[in-house]
C-alpha cells in the first residue's frame, strides 16, 4: 500500500474496530480470527469482505495496492460511520489560525522542550514496567493442560492448571479461535472448565496480559454422526441413533421444526472423529445430496461441505445460480467471496440429488458436480490431517451417499469411515 496517503486514517479506523470487537490484540490474529470477522462484518453491513482482503488491511498479508474504497466504505460502516468520507472528516482535526496562544507557546519552546523530553523519558521507563511490553517469560513449572468429562455434546472440558510463578492479574483461557470466549483465571487457581457446543478440532490457549503462554489441541469428537439445528448459542442435538440413514436425515418432527422457523437457520450432520494417517491435503470425497425444504428464508438452497483438518479447513458452498453472489469458497488460507469473484460454476438446482466429487492433491482442489468439472485451484497452508467432516444446509437436506478415499483413491476401511 506504499501509494495510499490514509494510513494514518486507516489505523484509527482499525483501532476502532478492534475495541468494538473485543477480541484482544490483533496481532495475535489467526485465519479462523479473520474469516470470524468477515461474517461479523457481513451481518453488520449486507457486505462481505473476503479474510484475504482483512489480512491485507491488517497488514498481515504483503499487498502493493491501496485498499478499494468498497472495503474502506463498509470498514467505516462496520465501525459506525456512513462512509469513508464521513469517517475521516470525523477524525480529521482543524488547522489553527495564529493566534495569541500560539504566539505564547513559541516564546516557551526552550522550557517546553525540557518539559517535554522529561515526559519521554517518564513514559519509557512506564513502558518498560508494563508486562504487555516485555517478552513473555514461561517459568518451567507452569503447566495448562484439559479433558472432557464426557462423551458427546454438550461436553464440559476440564483445564488443569499450575499458575506457579506467574505474577499477571490478567490470566484466562482462551477456548478456541474465538476471542470472546475466554475464562477468566485467578492467580493460584488449580482448575477451570467450559462448555462445547460442537464436535470439532479446536486450539485451546494459556494467554497472559493478552499474549499467549502455552496452547495445546483439544478434540471434541461427535461419536459417530451426530445431526444439529444450529441454533445459537445451543443447538438441537440428534445422535446417530435418531437420524434416518440411507439416506441420512433429519426426522420428520425436526423438518417440521424447521419450517416453522421464521428466521434462517442452518442444519448440519457431522462426522469428527480421528482419520489415521490420512492427510486433508490429500484425499477424495464424493457425496450424494439434496435439500429437502427450501421454502421461505430457504429458496437459495445453500449448501456446504466441510472439511476439518489439524490445522485449517476448507468450506465448498453451493446454491441456486441466482444466489452464488452469497456464497464463499474458503479453502484453509484462501478464500473467494462470491461479491468479489464469479462464483457462477458452484450454482446448482439441489432440489433433487446431485453428486459432488472434491478431490484434494498436493494442495490441489477440484471440484466436480455430476462428473463435470467446475472448478480447480490451488492452496498455499497445509490443512494437516484428516479430522472431520460438516455437511450444512440452509433449512434442511439428506445425503444419499457419501464415500471417503486416500490420496491413492482407496475407500476408507469401515473402521475409520463408514462410507455409505
Same mark, same amino acid.
Given at each position: 500500500m506504499k501509494d495510499f496517503t490514509d494510513h494514518i486514517f486507516l489505523s484509527k479506523c482499525r483501532a476502532q474496530i478492534e475495541e468494538k470487537l473485543g477480541?484482544?490484540?490483533?496481532? /495475535?490474529?489467526?485465519?479462523?480470527?479473520?474469516?470470524?470477522?468477515?461474517?461479523v462484518i457481513q451481518e453488520s453491513t449486507a457486505v462481505r469482505l473476503s479474510s484475504t482482503t482483512l489480512k491485507r488491511v491488517w497488514g498481515r498479508v504483503q499487498y502493493q495496492s491501496a485498499p478499494s474504497i468498497h472495503t474502506l466504505n463498509t470498514l467505516s460502516q462496520f465501525?459506525?460511520?456512513?462512509?469513508?468520507?464521513?469517517?475521516?472528516? %470525523?477524525?480529521?482535526?482543524?488547522? #489553527?489560525?495564529?493566534?495569541l496562544r500560539s504566539i505564547f507557546q513559541r516564546s516557551l519552546i526552550p522550557g517546553a522542550a525540557i518539559m517535554i523530553a522529561t515526559l519521554l523519558i517518564f513514559q519509557l521507563s512506564l513502558a518498560r514496567l508494563d508486562p504487555r511490553q516485555q517478552p513473555l517469560v514461561v517459568p518451567d513449572q507452569v503447566r495448562f493442560s484439559s479433558r472432557p468429562i464426557a462423551q458427546g455434546l454438550p461436553n464440559t472440558v476440564v483445564?488443569?492448571?499450575?499458575?506457579?510463578?506467574?505474577?499477571?492479574?490478567?490470566?484466562? @483461557?482462551?477456548?478456541?479461535?474465538?476471542?470472546?470466549?475466554?475464562?477468566?483465571?485467578?492467580?493460584?487457581?488449580?482448575?477451570?472448565?467450559?462448555?462445547?457446543?460442537? +464436535?470439532?478440532?479446536? #486450539?485451546?490457549?494459556?494467554?497472559?496480559?493478552? %499474549?499467549?503462554?502455552?496452547?495445546?489441541?483439544?478434540f471434541i469428537k461427535s461419536q459417530g454422526w451426530l445431526g444439529t439445528v444450529d441454533y445459537k448459542p445451543i443447538p438441537t442435538y440428534l445422535t446417530d441413533v435418531?437420524?434416518?440413514?440411507? +439416506? =441420512?436425515?433429519? +426426522?420428520? /418432527?425436526?423438518l417440521s421444526e424447521i419450517a416453522a422457523l421464521e428466521k434462517p437457520h442452518y442444519s448440519s450432520f457431522h462426522w469428527v472423529d480421528a482419520f489415521p494417517e490420512i492427510s486433508a491435503d490429500d484425499f477424495s470425497l464424493e457425496a450424494v445430496l439434496q435439500n429437502t425444504y427450501r421454502e421461505k428464508w430457504a429458496v437459495c438452497q445453500t449448501a456446504k461441505l466441510?472439511? =476439518?483438518?489439524?490445522?485449517?479447513? *476448507?468450506?465448498?458452498?453451493? /446454491?441456486?445460480?441466482?444466489?452464488?453472489?452469497?456464497?464463499?469458497? *474458503?479453502?484453509?488460507?484462501?478464500?473467494? /467471496?462470491?461479491? &468479489?469473484?464469479?462464483? !457462477?460454476?458452484?450454482?446448482?438446482d439441489f432440489s433433487s440429488?446431485?453428486? @459432488?466429487?472434491?478431490?484434494?492433491?498436493?494442495? %490441489?482442489?477440484? @471440484?466436480? =458436480?455430476?462428473?463435470?468439472?467446475?472448478?480447480?485451484?490451488?492452496?498455499?497452508e497445509p490443512v494437516g490431517q484428516l479430522a472431520g467432516l460438516r455437511i450444512r444446509f440452509l433449512g434442511a437436506g439428506e445425503v444419499q451417499s457419501l464415500k471417503l478415499m486416500?490420496? &491413492?483413491?482407496?475407500?476408507?476401511? !469401515?473402521?475409520?469411515f463408514p462410507s455409505f
Open positions: 477480541w484482544g490484540s490483533s496481532v /495475535s490474529w489467526h485465519n479462523e480470527v479473520f474469516e470470524k470477522l468477515s461474517d465501525a459506525g460511520y456512513t462512509d469513508w468520507l464521513d469517517f475521516k472528516n %470525523q477524525h480529521t482535526q482543524p488547522k #489553527r489560525s495564529l493566534d483445564f488443569d492448571l499450575d499458575l506457579e510463578g506467574l505474577r499477571s492479574d490478567s490470566l484466562h @483461557i482462551q477456548q478456541d479461535w474465538d476471542k470472546t470466549r475466554t475464562i477468566q483465571l485467578r492467580r493460584g487457581q488449580k482448575q477451570a472448565t467450559g462448555i462445547y457446543y460442537y +464436535p470439532g478440532y479446536f #486450539r485451546a490457549k494459556l494467554l497472559v496480559d493478552g %499474549q499467549i503462554l502455552k496452547e495445546h489441541d483439544l435418531q437420524l434416518g440413514h440411507e +439416506p =441420512l436425515s433429519f +426426522p420428520g /418432527s425436526t466441510v472439511v =476439518l483438518g489439524t490445522t485449517g479447513a *476448507m468450506v465448498i458452498p453451493f /446454491s441456486i445460480p441466482g444466489c452464488v453472489s452469497d456464497l464463499g469458497l *474458503m479453502l484453509n488460507d484462501v478464500y473467494l /467471496s462470491g461479491k &468479489e469473484h464469479d462464483l !457462477s460454476a458452484l450454482g446448482a440429488f446431485r453428486k @459432488i466429487r472434491l478431490t484434494v492433491q498436493a494442495q %490441489q482442489v477440484r @471440484i466436480l =458436480l455430476d462428473d463435470q468439472e467446475l472448478l480447480t485451484t490451488t492452496y498455499a486416500d490420496a &491413492e483413491g482407496h475407500l476408507l476401511d !469401515s473402521a475409520v
